[in-house]
């Protein structure tokens, strides 16, 4: 059950749109359900005093307004409160008398009407539909006193919990307060209206989240957003230090024909300037250590950053499951700047889904744990070598290293979703496996062709070789991997990248050995595949099989040696200088 708090100053003009068509003809059979005495005139079935529902609808109006009017200037410019409560899909029909018992219990909670107060302010319930009702309210009580309505929002989603129990409808997860603001209705239509596919406050906060992801200063920051498309207007204090910033959409006005500017708090609690000047300093990107021998190849920019990503968000993973809340929030923000990086610059046939992930991952990254800001240097290095390299052709090794990353960032979102379903966040958690089930979708996308071509060259392995890795599979992962041979085998990837690891000069039970050590396989939806793109990472060999690019042999070897899997761990992804723009990248403007 979902409640949606809005106030206005227009008792009259929301009452004709509750009970008139709707916008698309949407509204059936408007009439109360419940009402501040129980003897409200009701304009949709009320037609014993007048026929005319107008009339009955202006008396209704004056009804409610009586307060306001007594009280003068004492009333609050915005005197109506508004509440609409809906059910959620797949819940049972509720009768009047349900939704006038939710009702009652709503201005109860929230302080409009409490029960057994005669001076409560006057309201009413209107049904126009199925699954749910708008509750008007007129915010002078009976002693001309205004209502206490503190947090009314949150005692309202607090009493609809307590509402879905008892009734037996559908639990949602509780809200923490840190989520970031809904749309209006009026934004929402607005949108429909002039053919948008999202209002412009989520455009607007999807522009900044991106304009943020790895960027190194304030002014780099501010000038990817008016790249990305976005206006963008600073508050200046009389020293002339910036105060904060707002940002609209190029063609976006009110009715005055005036640009519609939103805050950066208002998009988010995290996108304020002063919380984003904390993650640009305390986070800053610094650049990784000098690359080893094996890592300096012919691959393009946009394939080695997502390689040296790929070590990261696998380091990240592994810092999930400690118990060290502060650190853990901050690779929750890094981990969401690396979505929101490979996001911007990823490949056509990816794009998509790999968005939705990043937007389902952003609530994710808020909670009331404090994040510590200096654990996501190596991370935010990582979304801006990402961004700085541009985005990726979608064949190729940039394709084969976006599906070795995008396997790794399922790994990472699911960890998220277990350290906050630990700590009771149930938001976060379910926003984690949303974006969980979206980069599935994205890396079956990325890996479809690399993968079938590594099926078919170990199919195509001798006999001799072939049997022999499977073998060393079955000693090492028994009760992991489908046994080769059967209908259902699916280790021809896996046996073909031991083979070509053991051709570029390792020993590859223990380079198997070194893949499984690195972190646990029991959240990976196949096995073999994760463990693929680690062996093929860590051997440094091409991600996509149909690459030529080697190794020297004495280079392999040295990167699965004990000291060099340590380095390689710690390495974060180079920052480099340029600052060529993605032509992938979305623009805001829809």
Same mark, same amino acid.
């Given at each position: 059950?979902?409640?949606?708090?809005?106030?206005?100053?227009?008792?009259?003009?929301?009452?004709?749109?509750?009970?008139?068509?709707?916008?698309?003809?949407?509204?059936?059979?408007?009439?109360?359900?419940?009402?501040?005495?129980?003897?409200?005139?009701?304009?949709?079935?009320?037609?014993?005093?007048?026929?005319?529902?107008?009339?009955?609808?202006?008396?209704?109006?004056?009804?409610?307004?009586?307060?306001?009017?007594?009280?003068?200037?004492?009333?609050?410019?915005?005197?109506?409160?508004?509440?609409?409560?809906?059910?959620?899909?797949?819940?049972?029909?509720?009768?009047?008398?349900?939704?006038?018992?939710?009702?009652?219990?709503?201005?109860?909670?929230?302080?409009?009407?409490?029960?057994?107060?005669?001076?409560?302010?006057?309201?009413?319930?209107?049904?126009?539909?199925?699954?749910?009702?708008?509750?008007?309210?007129?915010?002078?009580?009976?002693?001309?006193?205004?209502?206490?309505?503190?947090?009314?929002?949150?005692?309202?989603?607090?009493?609809?919990?307590?509402?879905?129990?008892?009734?037996?409808?559908?639990?949602?997860?509780?809200?923490?307060?840190?989520?970031?603001?809904?749309?209006?209705?009026?934004?929402?239509?607005?949108?429909?209206?002039?053919?948008?596919?999202?209002?412009?406050?989520?455009?607007?906060?999807?522009?900044?989240?991106?304009?943020?992801?790895?960027?190194?200063?304030?002014?780099?920051?501010?000038?990817?957003?008016?790249?990305?498309?976005?206006?963008?207007?600073?508050?200046?204090?009389?020293?002339?230090?910036?105060?904060?910033?707002?940002?609209?959409?190029?063609?976006?006005?009110?009715?005055?024909?005036?640009?519609?500017?939103?805050?950066?708090?208002?998009?988010?609690?995290?996108?304020?300037?002063?919380?984003?000047?904390?993650?640009?300093?305390?986070?800053?990107?610094?650049?990784?250590?000098?690359?080893?021998?094996?890592?300096?190849?012919?691959?393009?920019?946009?394939?080695?950053?997502?390689?040296?990503?790929?070590?990261?968000?696998?380091?990240?993973?592994?810092? +999930?499951? #400690?118990? =060290? *809340? %502060?650190?853990?929030? /901050?690779? !929750? $923000?890094?981990?969401?700047? @690396?979505?929101?990086?490979? &996001?911007?610059?990823?490949?056509?046939?990816?794009?998509?889904?790999?968005?939705?992930?990043?937007?389902?991952?952003?609530?994710?990254?808020?909670?009331?744990?404090?994040?510590?800001?200096?654990?996501?240097?190596?991370?935010?290095?990582?979304?801006?070598?990402?961004?700085?390299?541009?985005?990726? +052709?979608? #064949?190729? =090794? *940039? %394709?084969?290293?976006? /599906?070795? !990353? $995008?396997?790794?960032?399922? @790994?990472?979102?699911?960890? &998220?979703?277990?350290?906050?379903?630990?700590?009771?966040?149930?938001?976060?958690?379910?926003?984690?496996?949303?974006?969980?089930?979206?980069?599935?979708?994205?890396?079956?996308?990325?890996?479809?062709?690399?993968?079938?071509?590594?099926?078919?060259?170990?199919?195509?392995?001798?006999?001799?070789?072939?049997?022999?890795? =499977?073998?060393?599979?079955?000693?090492?992962?028994?009760?992991?991997?489908?046994?080769?041979?059967?209908?259902? &085998?699916?280790?021809?990837?896996?046996?073909?990248?031991?083979?070509?690891?053991?051709?570029?000069?390792?020993?590859?039970?223990?380079?198997?050995?070194?893949?499984?050590?690195?972190?646990?396989?029991?959240?990976?939806?196949?096995?073999?595949?994760?463990?693929?793109?680690?062996?093929?990472?860590?051997?440094?060999?091409?991600?996509?099989?149909?690459?030529?690019?080697?190794?020297?042999?004495?280079?392999?070897?040295?990167?699965?040696?004990?000291?060099?899997?340590?380095?390689?761990?710690?390495?974060?992804?180079?920052?480099?200088?340029?600052?060529?723009?993605?032509?992938?990248?979305?623009?805001?403007?829809?």
């Amino acid at each position: 059950m979902v409640p949606d708090i809005g106030r206005g100053s227009r008792t009259h003009g929301l009452l004709v749109y509750l009970y008139g068509p709707g916008r698309r003809e949407e509204h059936t059979d408007a009439h109360l359900v419940g009402s501040w005495d129980g003897f409200a005139p009701d304009p949709g079935r009320d037609t014993s005093l007048d026929p005319d529902p107008k009339v009955t609808l202006a008396r209704l109006t004056a009804a409610l307004d009586l307060r306001v009017k007594q009280a003068g200037d004492r009333a609050p410019a915005k005197h109506v409160w508004h509440c609409s409560v809906r059910t959620a899909p797949g819940d049972r029909r509720l009768d009047d008398e349900e939704w006038n018992a939710v009702a009652q219990r709503i201005v109860h909670a929230t302080g409009i009407a409490p029960a057994g107060d005669p001076d409560g302010c006057r309201w009413i319930a209107v049904r126009h539909a199925e699954d749910h009702i708008h509750i008007v309210a007129t915010l002078v009580r009976g002693d001309l006193r205004n209502p206490r309505l503190n947090y009314d929002f949150n005692k309202a989603q607090a009493e609809c919990r307590r509402i879905e129990k008892e009734m037996g409808l559908r639990r949602l997860n509780a809200g923490d307060g840190t989520a970031a603001k809904n749309p209006s209705s009026a934004e929402k239509f607005k949108a429909e209206r002039t053919g948008r596919p999202e209002t412009s406050r989520e455009t607007l906060r999807e522009a900044v989240r991106r304009a943020v992801a790895g960027a190194d200063s304030e002014e780099e920051f501010f000038t990817r957003l008016r790249e990305a498309g976005a206006r963008v207007k600073l508050r200046h204090a009389p020293s002339g230090d910036a105060l904060g910033y707002n940002v609209a959409l190029p063609g976006d006005r009110n009715r005055d024909g005036d640009p519609v500017w939103y805050p950066g708090s208002k998009l988010a609690p995290d996108l304020s300037l002063p919380k984003i000047r904390l993650r640009l300093t305390d986070g800053a990107a610094e650049p990784s250590a000098p690359a080893a021998a094996a890592d300096r190849t012919n691959w393009s920019p946009p394939a080695r950053q997502r390689r040296n990503a790929t070590v990261i968000a696998e380091r990240s993973a592994t810092l +999930l499951e #400690r118990d =060290e *809340d %502060g650190q853990d929030a /901050a690779q !929750l $923000v890094g981990v969401g700047e @690396l979505l929101d990086a490979v &996001a911007q610059t990823s490949p056509a046939t990816t794009r998509a889904e790999l968005a939705a992930a990043a937007r389902a991952f952003e609530r994710a990254t808020r909670s009331h744990v404090r994040a510590e800001r200096a654990d996501t240097r190596a991370l935010r290095s990582a979304a801006r070598g990402i961004v700085q390299a541009g985005g990726a +052709l979608g #064949r190729g =090794e *940039d %394709g084969g290293t976006t /599906a070795m !990353l $995008v396997s790794t960032l399922v @790994l990472v979102t699911l960890a &998220a979703a277990r350290w906050h379903s630990a700590r009771g966040h149930a938001q976060q958690a379910h926003a984690s496996r949303q974006a969980a089930a979206h980069l599935r979708t994205a890396y079956r996308q990325a890996a479809a062709t690399p993968m079938r071509m590594l099926h078919d060259q170990g199919r195509a392995l001798p006999d001799a070789q072939r049997l022999m890795h =499977e073998a060393s599979l079955r000693a090492v992962l028994p009760e992991k991997v489908v046994r080769a041979g059967g209908t259902e &085998a699916r280790t021809d990837a896996l046996v073909a990248t031991l083979a070509q690891a053991e051709r570029a000069g390792h020993d590859s039970e223990a380079l198997l050995r070194q893949a499984i050590d690195m972190r646990e396989l029991d959240s990976a939806d196949d096995v073999n595949d994760v463990l693929v793109w680690r062996l093929r990472r860590i051997a440094q060999l091409p991600a996509h099989p149909g690459d030529g690019a080697r190794r020297p042999q004495a280079a392999t070897r040295q990167a699965t040696t004990p000291s060099n899997r340590t380095s390689e761990r710690n390495t974060t992804a180079a920052a480099p200088l340029g600052t060529a723009q993605d032509p992938n990248r979305r623009s805001p403007r829809r």
